[in-house]
Nanobody, 126 residues
């Protein structure tokens, strides 16, 4: 069983920055692919970014490229999402997710991830 706890959300003005953290339980964190997703009110949950088990490979959605950076610290069992140049359309609940099985590729599909956190709210005002 893997538990994921997000933190770092909040309210910020457009153009500002936030760093989200996701702390994971368990002894095998360093073998998991980790991802960030978000869900705005009334919309489907969507992929934001993913990172390989060792941090060497990353991918992100076109909507956040150049603004958001995913990283991880396996010694701390934590994955991060640095969000810069925030826009009102980034407002959403942000979730971290773990892919604990299968290959090490970086999927964007929700069903590929088998553990999820409870989410943290990010609100960007104009």
């Amino acid at each position: 069983q893997v538990q994921l706890v997000e933190s770092g959300g909040g309210s910020v003005q457009a153009g500002g920055s936030l760093r989200l953290s996701c702390a994971a339980s368990g002894h095998s964190f360093s073998s998991y692919v980790m991802g960030w997703f978000r869900q705005a009110a009334g919309k489907e949950r969507e992929f934001v970014a993913a990172i390989s088990w060792n941090g060497d490979n990353m991918r992100s959605a076109d909507s956040v490229k150049g603004r958001f950076t995913i990283s991880r610290d396996n010694a701390k069992n934590t994955v991060y999402l640095q969000m810069n140049s925030l826009k009102p359309e980034d407002t959403a609940v942000y979730y971290c997710a773990a892919k604990t099985y299968g290959s090490s590729w970086l999927p964007a599909a929700i069903y590929e991830y088998d553990y999820w956190g409870q989410g943290t709210q990010v609100t960007v005002s104009s």
